[in-house]
């Protein structure tokens, strides 16, 4: 593991939001959903390539996730992503990242 100063995860913008739409991204070589993320009114809605088709799509609805929100604009097949929807690999199955609380989309993790 690589050790990075304060500074360094300073820079990393992790924010709060809602998927408020999801659909099978069927151009993609490793099965993923297309997302659409509201993350508040700074951000708006931003879209995400996301590998977590261990969850049913119509359960996605209304999730709020945690988000990258600074990194480079990823072009995946046709999609462009915009954000990086974070989580936790568990027995080859991925756990969305959240918080234990709903807080406004939008909100930063410090």
Known sequence: ??????????????????????????????????????????????????????????????LQVLAVVNLEVKQVANFMSEILVTGFILDEKTILGSSQQLVPNGSRLV
Do not use: C, H
């Open 1 to 62: 593991m690589e050790t990075i100063t304060w500074n360094d995860f300073k820079k990393v913008d992790l924010r709060a939001g809602t998927i408020v739409r999801a659909e099978v991204f069927k151009e993609a070589k490793i099965p993923a959903y297309k997302l659409w993320v509201d993350l508040g009114p700074e951000l708006g809605v931003k879209k995400s390539s996301a590998q977590i088709t261990n969850y049913a799509l119509e359960t996605l609805l209304g």
